[in-house]
Structures are given as C-alpha cells and as structure tokens.
C-alpha cells in the first residue's frame, strides 16, 4: 500500500543549480548552503519525524542532518544526487538513535539472501483500494502505530518509496544496500502495514 502521496517541495533546485551550490558550500558558502537547507529540510524532517515519534528530537535530528552535510561536503563525490546523500545521513541518525535506546535494527530471515532470490519477491497485492477508503483519525492512528512497531530497516525503506517516491536503486544507494534487500524490506514493511490496516478494516466491518 502506499501511505502517501509524495510530498513534492516548491523551492527545490535543478541538479545543474544543485552541483554549483555544493561546490560553493565545498568552499564553506553559507549563502549557498541556506539554499540547499531551504530547498530540503521539509522533507527531511518528515522523514524523520515518521521515524523518530518524539517532535523535539526529531527536530534535533533533522538539523544534524544538516550540519553533518555542512562538514562533509568535500567528501561528498557526487556518486549519488544531493537527496540521496541527504535522506542517508538522516537514515543513519536514526538508526544510530535506535541503537543507543537498545532497539537494534531488527534483521529479517530475507537480509542476508542473494539479491536474485529477494528481487524475484514481489509486493503484494492489496486487497482494498486506498484510494476508496476515508483517512479518518483512527485509521491514521492505525497506520502510525504499524509505522512504529517496524524496525528501523523496515520502516525507512517503506517511507523512502513510498512517502518519498525513491527509486529502487535511489533507496538502494541511501542505505547502501542491494537493490533486491530493498525490495524484500519493501515486501515486508508493506504486508506488515497491510495485516494492521486490514485488522482495523475487518473490525469496521463487523
């Protein structure tokens, strides 16, 4: 299922106009990196805010984000597009935060398979339209609830494709995982959300 339509920002740049603003903040422009920070730091925050439930520390998070950027620009090599670089070191914030709090990322039976096998998974198929059903405050509270009670792994692949609109190989390069671990996370984070969600419609039902 998808939890969203993706969450498009106005101000973003042209990649012609991203790689001129980061060889500026390379020479430490802080013009340059306020244009990057005003063009991204919306999507970066609801990122993090879906993974980290806590506002205020999702906020805190969201601008270590940017201040790890700010310090790591002459490493970065351009390999990946700025967002997927960006949306990396948020991932990895989190991960690091779940880690300290003892909730090590669970690891899945299907992590440790060939990308062969994992990439020959598909989703499933939904059994309900979502585009037919009322967001109403308690099936939103049902879907947040299934977004919290996944792991780390699990929940950011799912909001990066989802919530984002990454590709594959985009999301790939940001967890620096292969392509088919990002499709069978992708498998089990939506099934996961389907079995909550469908739980809640069947009560409705009854």
């Known amino acids: 299922m998808s939890i969203g339509a993706p969450v498009l920002s106005m101000k973003r740049t042209d990649p012609a106009t991203e790689l001129a603003l980061i060889e500026r903040c390379r020479r430490q422009d802080a013009e340059a990196f306020a244009r990057i920070v005003d063009a991204y730091q919306a999507r970066v925050f609801g990122f993090v805010r879906r993974m980290v439930i806590d506002a205020d520390e999702a906020a805190d998070i969201a601008q270590e984000v940017f201040i790890r950027a700010y310090q790591s620009f ?17 991932h990895n914030l989190c991960v690091d935060r779940a880690r300290r709090l003892g909730r090590a990322p ?3 039976s299907l992590d440790a398979g060939g990308a062969d096998e994992e990439a020959a998974m598909d989703i ?5 339209d979502p585009q037919t059903i009322v967001l109403n405050d308690e099936l939103i509270s049902v879907i947040e ?16 494709h989802d919530k ?9 390069q940001a967890l620096d995982v292969p392509i088919g671990t990002v ?6 984070a939506r099934a996961h959300l389907q079995k909550a969600v469908g739980t809640y419609l069947d009560g409705e039902t009854l």
């Open 74 to 90: 002459g490493r970065f090599d351009g390999r990946s597009s700025l967002r997927t670089w960006l949306f990396r070191i948020a």
């Open 106 to 108: 669970e690891r899945t």
């Open 124 to 128: 499933p198929d939904q059994r309900w």
């Open 145 to 160: 609830s299934a977004l919290s009670t996944m792991s780390e792994k699990l929940r950011s692949v799912l909001l990066l």
């Open 164 to 172: 984002e609109d990454f590709a594959y190989d985009e999301i790939a």
């Open 183 to 188: 499709k069978s996370r992708l498998f089990l």
